[in-house]
């Protein structure tokens, strides 16, 4: 098979994929929704559904990362948050957990708005971002993942979700730096991290 037809393949694989994991998830939190009314699940699935529309409005990269290592990454910090599952109860009250969420999706959306269409799933070079919440954090978006993921354990606590939530994030943060040596390709970007030192939380990590 031809490179060119073997990426399109894989695009269309990888589409294919989260829009079935989207609906899967979907399906569940919008029953938990009907039957308690508690609104943190709805939430996370917003910012999954970002996850959706950016997968398909993405702009072409001029440098991608195709190896097995980056693969993995990316897919198990991609799909693991789609595999959490409502529990019965709650840590703290659902207002508590919502507003904590809310904080998580306000920091996806204002990155995901100061990324555009360089947003991307596998370690890539889509153009050097330095706008909005990237002057304060090299990853803005994945903070917001965290809190999220946090938001939705507290409300939704079990073994399960324990597990996905911390294998997710881990992920995440492995896939950062996945990205940070690509980007390290490009002179801007380097220039950019020098000013920019902090990757998730400023001050401390």
Same mark, same amino acid.
């Given at each position: 098979?031809?490179?060119?037809?073997?990426?399109?393949?894989?695009?269309?694989?990888?589409?294919?994929?989260?829009?079935?994991?989207?609906?899967?998830?979907?399906?569940?939190?919008?029953?938990?929704? %009907?039957?308690?009314?508690?609104?943190?699940? *709805?939430? =996370?699935?917003? $910012?999954?559904? /970002? @996850?959706?529309?950016?997968?398909? &409005?993405?702009?072409?990269?001029?440098?991608?990362?195709?190896?097995?290592?980056?693969?993995?990454?990316?897919?198990?910090?991609?799909?693991?948050?789609?595999?959490?599952?409502?529990?019965?109860?709650?840590?703290?009250?659902?207002?508590?957990?919502?507003?904590?969420?809310?904080?998580? %999706?306000?920091?996806?959306?204002?990155?995901? *708005?100061? =990324?555009?269409? $360089?947003?991307? /799933? @596998?370690?890539?070079?889509?153009? &050097?971002?330095?706008?909005?919440?990237?002057?304060?954090?090299?990853?803005?978006?994945?903070?917001?993942?965290?809190?999220?993921?946090?938001?939705?354990?507290?409300?939704?606590?079990?073994?399960?979700?324990?597990?996905?939530?911390?294998?997710?994030?881990?992920?995440?943060?492995?896939?950062?730096?996945?990205?940070?040596?690509?980007?390290?390709?490009?002179?801007?970007?380097?220039?950019?991290?020098?000013?920019?030192?902090?990757?998730?939380?400023?001050?401390?990590?």
């Amino acid at each position: 098979m031809k490179p060119e037809k073997y990426r399109a393949l894989t695009e269309l694989l990888a589409r294919a994929s989260i829009c079935a994991l989207f609906t899967f998830l979907s399906v569940n939190l919008l029953r938990d929704f %009907l039957s308690t009314g508690r609104i943190t699940g *709805l939430l =996370l699935l917003a $910012s999954e559904f /970002l @996850v959706v529309v950016l997968t398909f &409005v993405r702009r072409p990269a001029s440098l991608v990362d195709r190896s097995f290592r980056a693969g993995v990454v990316t897919i198990v910090s991609i799909a693991s948050p789609f595999m959490l599952r409502t529990s019965n109860g709650g840590l703290l009250p659902d207002i508590a957990t919502a507003a904590v969420s809310v904080v998580g %999706l306000a920091v996806v959306i204002v990155g995901k *708005l100061a =990324l555009g269409r $360089s947003f991307g /799933l @596998v370690p890539a070079n889509r153009g &050097v971002v330095i706008a909005g919440p990237y002057a304060i954090v090299r990853h803005p978006i994945y903070s917001g993942y965290v809190i999220t993921h946090v938001a939705f354990l507290l409300a939704h606590p079990s073994g399960w979700n324990a597990v996905l939530v911390v294998v997710a994030d881990i992920a995440l943060v492995l896939r950062a730096l996945v990205e940070e040596r690509v980007l390290d390709e490009d002179e801007r970007y380097r220039a950019y991290r020098q000013r920019v030192g902090w990757q998730f939380v400023p001050g401390l990590f």
